[in-house]
């Protein structure tokens, strides 16, 4: 959704610019296929982890705490990883 560039108003009414969109798109792929390899896991949740930061930290800037859920337990799991 956000290489296709499908999200732009969301990132838009978060006050971020729609290119963004594409680098964090680029971002969570680098980290899932890194996250695959023996070697190169913790990386990938490195990745993750700073991806659901700032997710967890824009929702909450923005007052969508009921939304925070979900970047919160992917945070939870990439801890774990």
Request: proline share 2%; aromatic share 14%; charged share 10%.
């Amino acid at each position: 959704m956000k290489l296709a560039g499908l999200r732009v108003e969301a990132y838009a009414a978060f006050g971020y610019p729609a290119l963004l969109q594409y680098v964090v798109g680029a971002v969570e792929v680098v980290a899932g296929l890194l996250l695959f390899g023996r070697v190169s896991r913790f990386y990938g949740a490195i990745l993750v982890i700073l991806l659901m930061v700032g997710a967890i930290f824009t929702l909450g800037r923005e007052g969508e705490f009921a939304q925070i859920a979900v970047p919160l337990v992917w945070l939870l799991l990439a801890l774990f990883v």
